[in-house]
């Protein structure tokens, strides 16, 4: 039921430094869907791989699903002393926007708004969860409890797509961004997205961010009211992140293939180099990334939110044990930069 992941496969050199990485200051990941068993499976595999120091969130009232070891450390709403300091927060949060005291009770008592209240009080470092809930569950609960950073606006995702060598002899990792979360996005919000997936992917995948913004026009080759979007994204970024290395907009080919952006996009700085995309719409974002899974057979890791002052991942209700391990890992690189006041334990 434990198997920890194999790193054997094309997709392991990263997975494996991922974990490394994050094995390097353990952090706690609290895990607030203890009744499922890919939950579980991941959480005992993550006490042997030492990357993480996972917790569970269980309420002692929960049907009996999978119950662990008594290696796994356990943590329960109903009766965990921080309580009452969650209902607090949950006041202080969302009281002004309607939410009674007795609506905060109840909530504090939900596994899920338990864990990212403790996460957003600064007892743990990250809360992993979607494998029950769904996006709209999770992100809800990390909006309530957590917000956005300091200056960010949009909360959204990326995915990480560990591909085959296309443009030289190596595996690459690419991020795809945002294919989970923002619809039809804003110029405005396309730039957050950008910004976000930037600073991830330096604490994630630990290399520079070159980032193209993707479109069916490069550099002025075609017209309309979408390319336009994306024109002024592109400009924003320049402008309030000027040390990111930002192209577009670009075709997928003038982005990705240096021979097609010596022609289509000359001198432009992230354009056959791009590591980072970003896709103009949820549609085609989510389109491109499943494509790439399973005609290219990638390896997709996320969604990974990203925006939040601390770190909340999402998951796929398809989700295996091994994505849940993968997903927690990151979730505590994305913790890196966050102090908290002590451990869930």
Same mark, same amino acid.
């Given at each position: ?91 202080? !949060? ?11 009770? !109840? ?32 992100? !809800? ?18 995915? @990480? ?48 961010? !070159? ?77 491109? @990334? ?56």
């Amino acid at each position: 039921m434990s198997t920890v992941p194999s790193f054997d496969d094309a997709a392991g050199a990263f997975l494996r430094s991922v974990h490394e990485r994050a094995a390097a200051a353990p952090r706690t990941i609290l895990f607030p869907e203890a009744t499922d068993i890919r939950t579980v499976e991941a959480v005992i595999a993550l006490g042997k791989l030492g990357s993480v120091v996972p917790v569970l969130v269980r309420r002692n009232d929960a049907p009996t699903g999978v119950v662990p070891s008594r290696s796994v450390e356990m943590i329960d709403p109903l009766t965990d002393p921080r309580t009452p300091r969650v209902v607090e927060h949950l006041l202080a !949060r969302r009281g002004a926007k309607g939410l009674s005291r007795e609506d905060a009770e !109840r909530l504090a008592r939900d596994p899920l708004y338990f864990a990212d209240s403790l996460v957003a009080l600064g007892e743990a470092d990250g809360c992993v969860a979607g494998a029950v809930h769904t996006t709209a569950d999770v992100l !809800r609960a990390a909006i309530w409890t957590i917000g956005a950073a300091p200056g960010v606006r949009t909360v959204s995702s990326s995915f @990480y797509l560990i591909v085959p060598p296309f443009r030289g002899s190596e595996t690459e990792v690419l991020t795809f961004t945002d294919c989970a979360v923002i619809p039809d996005p804003t110029a405005r919000q396309l730039a957050d997205i950008a910004i976000a997936a930037a600073a991830d992917r330096r604490r994630i995948v630990g290399d520079e961010p !070159r980032v193209a913004f993707l479109s069916y026009s490069s550099m002025g080759s075609a017209d309309g009211p979408t390319v336009s979007k994306v024109r002024e994204a592109v400009s924003i970024v320049r402008a309030e992140a000027p040390g990111v290395i930002v192209s577009g907009e670009l075709q997928a080919d003038a982005a990705l293939l240096p021979e097609i952006a010596r022609r289509k996009a000359p001198g432009e700085g992230a354009a056959g180099t791009a590591n980072v995309l970003v896709f103009p719409s949820l549609d085609a974002g989510n389109i491109a @990334y499943k494509l790439v899974q399973r005609v290219a057979h990638g390896t997709a890791i996320g969604p990974i939110l990203q925006g939040l002052a601390r770190p909340c991942s999402d998951l796929s209700r398809g989700a295996t044990s091994h994505d849940i391990v993968h997903v927690a890992a990151i979730t505590a690189l994305q913790a890196g930069n966050h102090a908290r006041s002590s451990t869930a334990s």
